[in-house]
């Protein structure tokens, strides 16, 4: 379930930042590596999502991937000072949301 959401999200981020690159508005981070990220994170979610058998297996590693390469991702576009103050702020929500995730992974191996 999570990860069938995922890739619906990031297929629809694709398809949002596909659109704006038309547009004249130009964000802090090049639009075709967003444009990319977003279409493998979309596939790596709904390769995840069609594994029913492996899915429990691979959702913590995938969600710690994409915890983290949210993180840096804020860290290196970030250019105001409230995107700078969000990268603490989102490194401990991210893990404080893997720790769950994490817990139900060992105890099911």
């Known amino acids: 379930m999570i990860a069938t959401l995922l890739a619906v999200v990031n297929a629809l981020s694709l398809l949002s930042?596909?659109?704006q690159m038309r547009s004249d508005v130009t964000p802090s981070y090049p639009p075709i590596v967003r444009a990319i990220t977003a279409g493998v994170?979309?596939?790596a979610w709904g390769?995840?999502?069609?594994?029913?058998?492996?899915?429990?297996?691979?959702?913590?590693?995938l969600?710690?991937?994409?915890?983290?390469?949210?993180?840096?991702?804020?860290?290196?576009?970030a250019r105001?000072?409230?995107?700078?103050?969000?990268?603490a702020f989102q490194a401990a929500f991210t893990v404080l949301l893997l720790i769950p995730v994490w817990?139900?992974?060992w105890r099911r191996h």
């Open 17 to 19: 930042i596909i659109m």
């Open 41 to 43: 994170w979309a596939i």
């Open 47 to 61: 390769w995840a999502a069609l594994r029913r058998p492996l899915t429990l297996k691979m959702v913590a590693p």
């Open 63 to 77: 969600l710690t991937a994409y915890g983290m390469w949210s993180v840096l991702w804020l860290l290196i576009f």
């Open 80 to 87: 105001s000072d409230y995107d700078r103050g969000r990268v």
């Open 103 to 105: 817990a139900a992974y």
